[in-house]
Nanobody, 123 residues
Framework: QVQLGESGGGLVQAGGSLRLSCAAS????????MGWFRQAPGKEREFVAA????????YYSDSVKGRFTISRDNAKNTVYLQVNSLKPEDTAVYYC????????????????WGQGTQVTVSS
């Protein structure tokens, strides 16, 4: 069982930055690939970024590549999402999730989810 809790969201102007954090419980954190998804009102949850359990292999959606950076600290059971050059279309609830299957692109690949943190970007 893994419990996840996000923090770091907020209101920011376009072009600004935030650092989202996701703290995980449990002693098997490094076994899980970790992902970030987001969901805007009226839209489906979409993949943002993911990172492998060990080795730090990263994956990004085309819409955030070059602006967002995912990282993890297995000693702290924490995964981060640095979000830069924010745009109004980045406004959404951001969720972190843990995948024990190796696949990372779809919400159905993930076993555990956090409660989400709101990111609002004003123009």
């Amino acid at each position: 069982q893994v419990q996840l809790g996000e923090s770091g969201g907020g209101l920011v102007q376009a072009g600004g930055s935030l650092r989202l954090s996701c703290a995980a419980s449990g002693r098997t954190f490094s076994r899980y690939a970790m992902g970030w998804f987001r969901q805007a009102p009226g839209k489906e949850r979409e993949f943002v970024a993911a990172i492998s359990g060990v080795g730090g292999v990263t994956y990004y959606s085309d819409s955030v590549k070059g602006r967002f950076t995912i990282s993890r600290d297995n000693a702290k059971n924490t995964v981060y999402l640095q979000v830069n050059s924010l745009k109004p279309e980045d406004t959404a609830v951001y969720y972190c999730a843990a995948s024990g299957y190796g696949s990372i692109w779809s919400p159905s690949d993930y076993d555990y989810w956090g409660q989400g943190t709101q990111v609002t970007v004003s123009s």
